[in-house]
């Protein structure tokens, strides 16, 4: 075992911790001890997309709260079932960028493979929550158009693993997949988005290391974290354990009416990830996605906290304020 790294030779397996995931509403408002009245709207959103979450996570949320910042971001509720204008199913227009299975290429330079459909917690404002997966799923084999539309286009440099979650897929898979990119020479640089060192820490494993850090490619990891109340010892175990191996992490946000909207919370989680060897990254304004609408904070405020951020600490922990918008050659500051 690494050392350093979060798993424990006493707990369950991250497979097995995956497994085990809170899928229904009942169970998690039993497990959370969450007024009852509010079940039959969380029934109804879950119907358009499904509660998911490992009871690693559970276990930072405060039972009974319904305000807890951690809960709101799982917590299916009515809200998403509204019709709002200037929200839709593609708000990023990937699908237009979906040439291949798998492949989604908006950026010069760089492009992403949805390497798996599936997370280990479904948050309620994801931008792909309604993304076709059914036809980005290929298997091993098919996997060699993605490779070779990568290996055509020598301006590609960084290829980025994405999904759903790419740390579902088992470490075997990854390291044949990370294999074959290192083989082709002009990409230099691998990078992982993932919430999986976050809500199951123990994922972070000697063998996923090994793969991470097993080829001439330049590896980061970008995790997603909203609130500092996310980021326990076991998930800073981990986080500093990629560090000690090499990797480069960065965190990005999504900033969140009523979770993270305030410079207090925004500033103690960059001290925190900090604490944890991992840089603040990107503090995105919300992707307007179908059912998300309740969360939007407007830019006037946005920019008003970053503002504060830029006050209260150093510049290297302030994240940068962005908004994708389809089309865009780059992600669009707002400051």
Known sequence: MIPGSATSLD????QEQLTA??????ELFDFLE???SYLREALAAHSDFQVRVPHAYLSRIKKGDPNDPLLRQILPVSEELLAVPGYSKDPLAEQQ?????GLI?????????????????????????????QENRPARPEWQNALDYIARDASISEVIYSGGDPLVTGDNQLQWLTEQIADIRHVKRLRIHTRLPVVIPDRITDSCLQWLTGTRLQTSMVIHSNHPNELDDSVGASLL???????????????LAGINDDADTLAQLSERLFEFGTLPYYLHQLDKISGAAHFEVCDETARQLHSQLLVRLPGYLVPKLVREIPGSPSKVPLT
């Open 97 to 101: 960028a979906n040439p291949v299975p």
């Open 105 to 133: 290429h908006k950026y010069h330079g760089r492009l992403l493979l949805v390497v798996s459909p599936n997370c280990a917690v479904n948050c309620r404002y994801c931008f792909r929550r309604h993304f076709p997966y």
């Open 241 to 255: 354990a990629l560090k000690a191996a090499g990797v480069t992490v960065l965190n990005q946000s999504v900033l």
């Open 34 to 36: 969450l007024d009852g």
């Open 21 to 26: 995931s809170i899928r229904h509403p009942k």
């Open 11 to 14: 707990s369950p397996g991250w």
